[in-house]
């Protein structure tokens, strides 16, 4: 009885031959893709450097459009360019890197891959000639080998697609990561009470980590209820810090902020800060109208609230002299304005909000002597039954506080009234007397 066609040894010594084959093909695909893996912790390294210097590439042209009024006025126009001119220096060093490597990886692997190809036809062609494999066989196994290899090579650039998307995302999140203000796992008091003490109490704060010098220092103090509260020290003593603290936007690193009792931590940092009206140095004005950048808490803004507050802030004959009057629309951060103007629009920002928490930041050490005279008047008027934080370098501003809070170095030095603390001629005095020296 004769064996079946398909176990014949002719039959065999052919599909040996496309096993061989694919074999071949199955190598050297395994040693394609090995190199190709080889470069990618080097090209992600070099991808991590384009992305670096491409941010400091934007980041100096943003600052020398910004600054360049600084920079014709320091006549250092070569500085700022040789430094622009070094940054493009090195994201060429950077891109002459990535295609040197990109080059060597496409050589290589194009050698490999083709090699594999030659051999296979090279095997495929002997066994058509030597009698062991058809010439269909031949195409067909050509034609299948053919077939895989794109897929192979839409893998390869899947794998570095999905590797330039991977140091995307990790840039990304880098933000996304970051704690939300209000996370939705946890339960925050939204009810603000109106008649509450904020207390500090042995409050610690740091910027840059345990090591780094403490901005406020052991601190207790209580800022009573619908009282004005004076912080004044020299630059650098943790005024600014210690309002940015009671605003939420730092927290202890050591002790505790409370807000009638409880610590500030657990009530709604949004319904907080809705209750409260602030004038900080680095305020921000939209490019928007005057009006809408006035009533910038309401969608529409109450344009008898927008009067009343541009009155306060003694900028309403500004305002009125302008041809579109509160439409006029103002360029971004302010532009357009003086730096008088856009802290009066600020300080009508944070009357219009009419709020029961007021936290002002230096909001008229940049107003002359008149127009400063006649907001405090007017800002007196809107301190009643409300609880004030009022921070300056100006002494002048902060003289009818019903407490002064003297800093120096984080720590509090003294406390009292204007009165109190003159009689003692202390810290506070020396303050007072060299301003007034410098005014004489």
Excluded at 279 to 288: K, N, Y
């Amino acid at each position: 009885m004769k064996s079946p066609p398909f176990l014949s040894k002719k039959t065999l010594k052919k599909l040996f031959g496309v096993e061989v084959g694919l074999g071949i093909f199955l190598l050297g695909s395994v040693l394609y893709v090995t190199w190709i893996l080889l470069f990618m912790k080097r090209r992600r390294k070099l991808d991590y450097m384009r992305f670096q210097e491409s941010a400091n590439n934007q980041s100096s042209i943003v600052q020398l459009i910004n600054g360049m009024q600084d920079i014709k006025l320091n006549n250092c126009e070569k500085q700022k360019r040789w430094e622009w001119e070094r940054i493009q220096a090195k994201l060429f060093q950077v891109s002459i890197k990535s295609l040197v490597l990109g080059q060597t990886q496409e050589v290589g692997g194009t050698f490999i891959d083709q090699t594999k190809n030659v051999v296979i036809s090279f095997l495929a062609a002997s066994s058509v000639i030597e009698g062991k494999m058809t010439l269909g066989m031949m195409m067909a196994l050509q034609y299948i080998i053919g077939q895989l290899n794109a897929p192979l090579s839409q893998f390869i650039q899947f794998v570095q697609s999905t590797q330039d998307a991977k140091i995307s995302i990790e840039r990304l999140n880098e933000v996304q990561e970051k704690d939300d203000e209000e996370p939705t796992d946890k339960d925050f008091l939204k009810d603000i009470p109106n008649n509450a003490d904020i207390e500090f109490k042995g409050v610690t704060f740091q910027y840059e980590g345990p090591r780094s010098p403490k901005a406020v220092n052991d601190l207790t103090v209580t800022i009573p209820s619908n009282k004005v509260t004076a912080i004044v020290g020299a630059s650098g003593s943790g005024k600014t810090t210690m309002l940015k603290m009671m605003l939420g936007f730092y927290h202890p690193v050591d002790g505790d902020i409370t807000l009638g009792g409880k610590k500030l931590a657990q009530y709604s940092a949004s319904s907080w800060r809705k209750v409260c009206g602030s004038v900080m140095q680095e305020g921000f004005i939209f490019s928007d109208t005057i009006a809408n950048n006035i009533g910038v808490s309401d969608e529409l803004p109450n344009m008898e609230r927008v009067r009343c507050a541009t009155k306060i802030a003694n900028i309403e004959e500004f305002v009125d002299g302008l041809p579109l009057g509160y439409n006029t629309k103002i360029g971004a951060d302010g532009n357009g304005l003086s730096t008088g103007q856009k802290q009066r629009l600020l300080i009508a920002r944070a009357a219009y909000k009419d709020a029961k928490f007021l936290f002002f930041d230096e909001a008229t050490n940049s107003l002359d002597a008149n127009n400063e005279r006649t907001i405090m008047a007017r800002l007196e008027q809107l301190f009643k039954d409300k609880t004030v934080v009022v921070v300056a370098h100006r002494l002048s501003t902060v003289k009818n506080a019903d407490n002064i809070i003297v800093l120096d170095n984080g720590s509090i030095v003294e406390q009292g009234t204007h009165q109190e603390l003159i009689s003692i001629r202390g810290y506070y005095y020396e303050l007072v007397k060299n301003q007034l020296e410098l005014g004489n």
